[in-house]
């Protein structure tokens, strides 16, 4: 099973797995959105942990990942329900054990199961033999599915809406997970235009482009800073890395013209633009942008991967 | 103290340690298995979460052991207590301080300690210092009473008694921990029939063979999958670790006599006998076997570990 | 931002951040004493559970610590509230993440950091950033300032008082943490006389001595157990690293003289001295003397480390 057959959603989350952005349709991001956005609002912490209550996820986790580790702890706690956290590396699990014995012992003991791992479709693999929802927290080059849905929540809540809007993406498009993701869902909506900004040994792939354009995403590629258009919607800026390049002489020549600054935000940024990046950065933008308001990196986006997840969470195990 | 020297339960768990299957006569095991079967029938899961709420139970894990781990974990946290979890290999509890110093640290946090260990007789050790309970979680070739509780409790749920079985025990009889626990626990009850089958050189110890024997157990051993009679009770198969044997070869040639699969169970399992394992397994049962409605360690088998935990914390922390 | 520029408690502590023991005067010293003494004497577990309901406290660990580390689980879960546990070693942000993205990250999931970190000032660094309380739980050879405060409310709690008390430090007066929190502690305090003992290498600087001094703290050093004035308060013993020596012998030498027995004790101790240890110990208080009634570093004192916990997280995150 790879994650392009995962069930769509189809608007009824109940007991589904979460395990591709393509489950998902208008309505369903739309659903989705209503619930996070009445979960951030709550200000009675109380109401919130009754939804999990008595609730046990399993956080299994091949490979480490404090943050959206972090993330899905929070999320399940903060709704009342309990983590059983399970690292495999340090774990007796690894020693010969089919991931499938593995998930169909964690099926006994809890009532979902979030897994990262490092190989494509492990978490397809885990739906399969799985009783329980199975959430996707990352399988490799795979999908990141609720990475997808923070960031998009992030734009809908900022913007309002999904559909007009003009964005930059900028970074690394050829390997991005995050981007990828990011323009897949963008598609679902209309009349987004998007201009792309990468190092030319790091453009999106051809393919992937005349998918995303054929669903109707407006889709540029520029070559240099100076051709960002003023007023955008927001920036969407992801990381270059090192290991992409032959040299360090040559990673440091690209990566220089990649830097979010200040200056740079001045000269191309609108009042309104907001700033986005997956986390963590190494340099893409620097320190001094984080106190700007239209910055929501370390803020807003974050805090809504915690959201997303809360609402997932609540849509699948306890609906009303 | 040995864990021969724990302390009889003699049905009343209050603030009792839990070291040995020793430990429990008869009555104790009924008491126990009443409780399992109530805790595991609740249907209201918030009714469970007050039992040990505002308790604190540290699982101290001198070795990983992610499946024991996370059964107590489970089982805690579904009645509502919450855990503390110590891995003392990462930890600097590591560095020179004594295992009676550490045990004395986690009995100021909390109500009880679970503590895996690699060395016969160290929970032994933690409950002579410690004021509050300690369970055993497995302390090297030593025991691991809970399993070999879950394993009873297992048997007894699907056949409704403990006496009068006929039983099929297959594998490493020599160094198997959670075999030897089983066989202990049966010669508690009365006309029970064991079958033995094993490689030659991992025969049961004449020696327990002879003390089970002068307790009433009757014991019989096979040579071949051929000889198992039909329609026993249940089988439970262990794992044949490779180190045992002087060659890969010599290993190959064993262990390939020792599969479970679709056309032994035609062969010579009855319609009625459950197929048990302790779990990891590495290749004694095919995989095709799983979907078998008589095959119970993925499933029943496993789940009873957590609940038999619950029953025990239950009675031990929270007697009513 | 070094931790004396922490912001001083003035009784309010709402909100604050814990860095130093220099932000406490007598005053706020005596409210979370009080504190203290309230919740570990609450009978009612169920009681305490409401302070941190809904609450969320993230414990960021960059290097092991089981006994701090539990102590503050134990505290947040024991209110009622929930715990994400990072440890930074094993973990992804480890990869050139800096500490003030660290923090900002788990800012958006929690509602305080405990964070525990091998270097001077990451405590009062991640305090900056932060937007929600940072309780430093040990930052290298900075500041450990809640052990300071379980010190302090062991003796008050023994003494009835934190003025005119005569007590024994001996071990490292030079490197260890422990102590010098303590000296300053007792500092704010009238009437207060220490005899402090140690091997020649490792007395106390003579700068914080004269620093002390000026306080009002009258100190005497003296030269052998000897010389240990009968009937003291307290004795607060700490370790001497094999590490400060030139060679394993001169270490031995030195250390031998400095053990704590029964036979020191039923010399020179008196029937009030209570015996304190900041733990983990490697053989400076042989264990014969754990059952003496006056020793308290195996029980009052580390319980204390959980009751004073959980009053400073009551009073900064709950305030009535």
Same mark, same amino acid.
């Given at each position: ?85 399970? +690292?495999?590396? /340090? ?170 600054? +200040? ?5 191309? /940024? ?8 997956? #986390? ?32 997932? #969470? ?7």
């Amino acid at each position: 099973m790879s994650s392009s057959d995962a069930k769509s959603i189809n608007n009824d989350f109940t007991q589904k797995d979460i395990l591709s952005l393509s489950q998902f349709d208008r309505t369903s991001l739309e659903t989705l959105f209503d619930k996070t956005t009445s979960i951030k609002g709550e200000k009675d912490l109380r109401k919130l942990l009754q939804i999990l209550e008595g609730r046990v996820v399993t956080l299994l986790f091949y490979e480490p990942s404090s943050r959206t580790r972090g993330s899905f702890d929070a999320a399940v706690q903060r709704l009342g329900g309990r983590t059983l956290i399970i +690292n495999v590396e /340090a774990s007796s699990v690894a020693k010969g054990e089919t991931l499938e014995d593995t998930i169909k012992t964690f099926e006994n003991y809890s009532d979902a199961i979030v897994i990262r791992h490092s190989e494509l479709g492990a978490a397809a693999k885990a739906a399969k033999v799985s009783n329980i929802p199975i959430f996707n927290a990352g399988d490799g080059i795979g999908e990141h599915p609720t990475q997808a849905l923070l960031d998009m929540f992030t734009i809908f809540e900022k913007k309002k809406s999904l559909s007009g809007l003009v964005g930059l993406v900028a970074g690394d498009l050829k390997h991005g997970r995050t981007v990828h993701s990011l323009l897949k869902g963008l598609s679902l909506f209309e009349n987004n235009v998007i201009y792309l900004l990468s190092p030319d040994q790091l453009r999106l792939d051809p393919e992937l482009k005349s998918q995303l354009e054929e669903k109707g995403l407006k889709l540029f590629e520029i070559e240099s800073v100076t051709d960002i258009p003023k007023d955008t919607d927001f920036w969407y800026w992801t990381r270059v890395q090192k290991e992409r390049f032959s040299s360090e002489v040559e990673y440091k020549k690209v990566n220089n013209k990649f830097v979010v600054n +200040n200056e740079l935000l001045s000269l191309y /940024a609108g009042p309104k633009t907001i700033i986005m990046h997956p #986390l963590p950065r190494v340099g893409e933008i620097a320190t001094e942008v984080d106190k700007d308001p239209r910055a929501v990196y370390l803020t807003d986006q974050m805090k809504n991967g915690m959201y997303v997840r809360m609402a997932l #969470l609540s849509l699948i195990l306890s609906p009303v």
